[in-house]
């Protein structure tokens, strides 16, 4: 009896590995919220539909977010804000993110749209890819409606790489209306310099065409390329090992129990 739930203990385990590892997040946005030009939007109430942290859920009278609705998501309403809405009901230590996709790399400054009915006010944290940008406290504006009397806050400065990456904002503390971070684009990145051959062999190269000898002289990106490659087989490898002996073991089980 002590084998088969021993047996029954491991399988379990497995399974539930391999769903922790093959897990993602879920952006809002198909591809990410895309950062491009000289100015963007991250829309407050477009975060990731998974994951977040919401401590009080189902406080609103109203939510334009029905998918939140059922997993007891973060709160969010139209308002006046002049955006697609807001996030309200906030506490401290909620949090949620947003993919985004950046066109163009280089340096962003981050500013929040907030408002509060609190004195003192809320406060966010803004950080991106695990590294805060900075934080930005908001005021009491006073009648009419302060909890929709918003205005714009300065976060920080930070250097986006071309990609997608996370965008997370955490309610720090106090009570707290959001509804949008603005990212302007301050300082573009210089772009890489061009590998040039070496004088050498220039009598060599003489007839070449620039776009072919351009191709040559750039080991650096094929190289990344084949080491996420080898990462990805690695893990699919191990994965579906984890998955066979999985199976195998269940059948194990089953097939003794029938004897």
Known sequence: MSRKISAIFIATVLIFSLSVVTATAAPYIEGGIKISGAKSTIEAVEFDSEPFHEESPNEAQWNIRDDMEAVGGPQTEGGGSGYLGNIGWTSGGEWVQYTINVETAGKYKFEAYLASGTSPAGTIEVSYNGSAIGQAESQNLGDPEPWQNYAMYEVGDVDLAAGTGVIKVEFIDGAVNFAA?????????????????????????????????????????????SDDGESSMILWIILAVAAVLAIVIIVVLVTKKKK
Not at 181 to 210: F, K, Q, R
């Open 181 to 225: 971070l603005e990212v302007t684009l301050l300082e573009a990145a210089a772009p890489a310099p061009e590998d040039s051959a070496p004088e050498a062999n220039a009598g060599d190269n003489e007839g070449v065409d620039v776009g072919e000898n351009g191709e040559s002289s750039s080991p650096d990106a094929g190289g990344d390329s």
